[in-house]
């Protein structure tokens, strides 16, 4: 850890993704001394460069032990950037193959995985900024784009387009955010009348003639 600077930089920026994004973590020194997200995380970083060295059996046994003694299991092929918050922790999988870019927020029971037993390329990419509610399940090489939000419970089969909102079993986008990142917000609340809001003013943009798939194009022909 000490002569690696990248893992000195995530240590950091991690710690500080934890104080500014959860209520609970009161000063710098909880995540270090109490919360499991943040030392599943750095755990990880540690088998990350160890994979990368080519001593994967060590870092498999680390993984191994990051599962036992955490509940989360994250592959240490898979890439994460910095400034990720880890919120809880419990029951989180992520998939060999994955790519969490930076200031990302992942809420507890978030699987990020694939879709069967194919080979290669085959776990989620996740944009810089995202948001992905409790138990969120993401599965296949798709992508999440940057400052998206997945509702918490949501299945993900396809491609969610930038900082947009997806929600259900299958996810469809109902709306856009607001925040350029929601995972620094951390507003992932929305209950089901304001997602019958966004719903019905979806509807009465359609009969308008309003473009539904863009939050900046009102005057496109629809199909």
Same mark, same amino acid.
């Given at each position: 850890?000490?002569?690696?600077?990248?893992?000195?930089?995530?240590?950091?920026?991690?710690?500080?993704?934890? %104080? !500014?994004?959860? =209520?609970?973590?009161?000063?710098?020194?909880?995540?270090? @001394?109490?919360? &499991?997200?943040?030392?599943?995380?750095?755990?990880?970083?540690? $088998?990350?460069?160890?994979?990368?060295?080519? /001593?994967?059996?060590?870092?498999?046994?680390?993984?191994? /032990?990051?599962? #036992?003694?955490?509940?989360?299991?994250?592959?240490? $092929?898979?890439?994460?950037?910095?400034?990720?918050? +880890?919120?809880? *922790?419990?029951? @989180?999988?992520? !998939? #060999?193959?994955?790519?969490?870019?930076?200031?990302?927020?992942?809420?507890?029971?978030?699987?990020?995985?694939?879709?069967?037993? #194919?080979?290669?390329?085959?776990? =989620?990419?996740? *944009?810089? !900024?995202? +948001?992905?509610?409790?138990?969120?399940?993401?599965?296949?090489?798709?992508?999440?784009?940057? *400052?998206?939000?997945?509702?918490? !419970?949501?299945?993900?089969? %396809?491609?969610?387009?930038?900082?947009?909102?997806?929600? *259900?079993?299958?996810? %469809?986008?109902?709306?856009?955010?607001? %925040?350029?990142? =929601?995972?620094?917000?951390?507003?992932?609340?929305? /209950? /089901?009348?304001?997602? #019958?809001?966004?719903?019905?003013?979806?509807?009465?943009?359609?009969?308008?003639? &309003?473009? +539904?798939?863009?939050?900046?194009?009102?005057?496109?022909?629809?199909?």
């Amino acid at each position: 850890m000490m002569n690696n600077v990248d893992i000195r930089r995530s240590i950091r920026l991690d710690a500080q993704a934890f %104080k !500014g994004r959860d =209520p609970s973590c009161a000063q710098y020194s909880w995540a270090l @001394l109490y919360l &499991k997200g943040y030392h599943s995380l750095q755990s990880y970083r540690i $088998a990350h460069v160890l994979w990368n060295q080519g /001593r994967k059996v060590l870092a498999l046994a680390l993984q191994s /032990r990051i599962s #036992e003694v955490f509940a989360v299991d994250i592959h240490p $092929a898979a890439k994460i950037g910095e400034g990720i918050l +880890l919120d809880h *922790g419990t029951g @989180l999988v992520i !998939g #060999e193959t994955a790519v969490i870019g930076n200031w990302v927020s992942l809420m507890q029971g978030v699987t990020l995985g694939g879709t069967g037993k #194919e080979h290669g390329d085959r776990h =989620p990419k996740i *944009g810089q !900024g995202a +948001l992905l509610g409790a138990g969120a399940t993401i599965l296949g090489n798709i992508s999440v784009g940057e *400052g998206a939000m997945i509702a918490a !419970g949501s299945l993900v089969l %396809k491609d969610v387009p930038p900082h947009s909102m997806a929600v *259900g079993n299958p996810a %469809k986008v109902v709306g856009y955010t607001e %925040k350029e990142d =929601p995972s620094l917000s951390m507003k992932h609340d929305a /209950r /089901r009348d304001y997602f #019958e809001h966004v719903a019905g003013s979806f509807a009465d943009d359609r009969s308008n003639g &309003k473009c +539904l798939l863009c939050r900046k194009c009102y005057e496109v022909k629809l199909g």
